[in-house]
């Protein structure tokens, strides 16, 4: 892991969050991701006539892995509003899980079966498997008001790889710890009081009784099997692929942590995907859990009360760790290089980047990454979104931006993490189900990623 990132400092958009929140106030193929970054998009490379929109015709296929009700809803409000705008456009939302995205999406490009638009989190192995299109050219092209300098710090370089970019941010997304606060301060302790991570499995112990536990971990899914100690693992300052030897007591420091976490946890924790620990933790089943800046929009439909007693903080620091971390990335929009709609597929992007949606976006899943989008405006929006936990919510937003001020650091990119995942997923369970030691559990998770880097050299 890169030592001595820079922190974001969001500066005046996280005080006018903090303040609001604290409840003030078409066709046809471009080879411009091939020929380099003097290639033209197809709008501006074709005959020069301007497109009608009126009568532009195209079926846009759009991977779209918002799963909550609230995302699928947001989504649907974008395809009713475009088809208004552009009668002879249709949008086909394609609703795959981010755990299954990646895999079909490879299948599907080996095959020549390509959409036009995904959301994205990790572009990496999406443009490693020459997937996605080059979207600089897009930006430069004479008389475009989508500019590069109109997002937050982190979240379009978050975006690039080699110099080129390759999404259209939209959110900036976080992976930090949502605490249940009733149960917590229920169990003799305070939130000020989780400063490491022996506070963390002091609070889980204190927490788990009559029924209750103190921390949730959905192990059933390679995808966030993975992602729960890569979280913590950043404020160890370790990150999971790395396997050196310097990052050895780490590694073993980061295994050891979620194995004193275990007695404190459900045992359904080890088939869990998402959904399930949402559930647990929307119910009061457990106090704690790692998740991120997505938090409101996949439980409100559960509990809204859950909402008004939830807090959130970057993981606390782990025994080799300077200081909690919270990892950011973007989510954002891509198109597919072998797009047969690069126009329209642009036009979209652009769309989905407005004032308008960027800000419907940004009150159900928290952060935008646009610098324009008004913030009065998200408020305003989150307020019918989630009329019942909306103090709640308030509270949660003013958390996240002050954690991604202080404690916010970009997100590495890991090439072959999906691979990776199932690695880890494997010897957490086998660890936290004792069939191995921590140093064996370290040894298997070494082996198998030392493998999946050596065939990507």
């Given at each position: 892991?890169?030592?001595?990132?820079?922190?974001?400092?969001?500066?005046?958009?996280?005080?006018?969050?903090?303040?609001?929140?604290?409840?003030?106030?078409?066709?046809?193929?471009?080879?411009?991701?091939?020929?380099?970054?003097?290639?033209?998009p197809p709008s501006t490379a074709a005959s020069g006539e301007a497109i009608d929109w009126n009568t532009v015709k195209a079926d846009i296929r759009f991977v779209y892995p918002g799963t909550s009700e609230a995302e699928k809803?947001?989504?649907?409000?974008?395809?009713?509003?475009?088809?208004e705008k552009y009668p002879n456009v249709n949008i086909e939302y394609m609703y795959?899980?981010?755990?299954?995205?990646?895999?079909?999406?490879?299948?599907?490009?080996?095959?020549?079966?390509?959409?036009?638009?995904?959301?994205?989190q990790d572009i990496t192995n999406l443009v490693r498997l020459n997937g996605l299109e080059d979207l600089t050219p897009y930006f430069e092209?004479?008389?475009?008001?989508?500019?590069?300098?109109?997002?937050?710090?982190?979240?379009?370089?978050?975006?690039?790889?080699?110099?080129?970019?390759?999404?259209?941010?939209?959110?900036?997304?976080?992976?930090?710890?949502i605490v249940n606060e009733k149960m917590l301060n229920e169990a003799g302790m305070k939130l000020e009081d989780l400063q490491t991570w022996e506070d963390v499995e002091k609070a889980a112990k204190a927490m788990t009784k009559d029924g209750k536990y103190g921390f949730g971990y959905p192990l059933g899914t390679a995808r966030f099997a993975f992602r729960v100690p890569f979280t913590?693992?950043?404020?160890?300052?370790?990150?999971?692929?790395?396997?050196?030897?310097?990052?050895?007591?780490?590694?073993?420091?980061?295994?050891?942590?979620?194995?004193?976490l275990e007695p404190y946890q459900p045992k359904a924790h080890l088939t869990w995907g998402y959904p399930e620990m949402f559930r647990a933790y929307s119910n009061g089943e457990v106090g704690m859990i790692a998740a991120g800046t997505f938090f409101t929009a996949n439980v409100y439909s559960i509990s809204p009360d859950i909402?008004?007693?939830?807090?959130?903080?970057?993981?606390?620091?782990?025994?080799?760790?300077?200081?909690?971390?919270?990892?950011?990335?973007?989510?954002g929009i891509a198109m597919f290089k072998d797009s047969k709609n690069k126009e329209v597929a642009w036009r979209?992007?652009?769309?989905?980047?407005?004032?308008?949606?960027?800000?419907?976006?940004?009150?159900?899943?928290?952060?935008?990454?646009?610098?324009?989008?008004?913030?009065?405006e998200i408020i305003k929006k989150s307020e019918k979104i989630y009329p019942k936990a909306i103090e709640g919510h308030k509270t949660m937003l003013n958390d996240f931006s002050k954690l991604l001020d202080e404690s916010g650091v970009p997100m590495d990119k890991i090439p072959g993490q999906s691979e990776m995942e199932v690695i880890v997923q494997e010897q957490m369970a086998k660890l936290l189900n004792n069939k191995v030691t921590v140093e064996e559990a370290y040894a298997s998770i070494k082996d198998g990623i030392d493998k999946i880097k050596a065939k990507l050299e």
């Open positions: 892991m890169r030592r001595g990132k820079k922190r974001f400092g969001f500066g005046a958009v996280v005080v006018a969050l903090s303040l609001l929140a604290s409840g003030c106030g078409t066709s046809g193929g471009n080879n411009a991701a091939e020929n380099g970054k003097n290639s033209q809803e947001l989504a649907e409000q974008f395809k009713a509003r475009m088809k795959l899980s981010w755990a299954d995205m990646e895999k079909k999406l490879s299948v599907m490009l080996n095959s020549g079966d390509v959409p036009d638009l995904t959301q994205t092209q004479e008389g475009e008001h989508l500019k590069k300098d109109d997002f937050l710090p982190g979240t379009m370089e978050y975006a690039q790889e080699d110099g080129k970019l390759y999404a259209v941010p939209n959110l900036a997304n976080s992976f930090t710890m913590a693992a950043y404020s160890n300052n370790l990150l999971l692929s790395d396997t050196s030897a310097e990052s050895k007591n780490k590694y073993l420091e980061t295994l050891q942590h979620f194995k004193n909402v008004n007693v939830s807090r959130t903080i970057a993981y606390p620091k782990g025994p080799s760790g300077t200081s909690a971390k919270a990892p950011v990335s973007n989510v979209l992007i652009q769309e989905w980047s407005s004032q308008e949606f960027n800000s419907t976006a940004a009150s159900v899943v928290n952060v935008t990454a646009i610098k324009s989008t008004s913030l009065d």
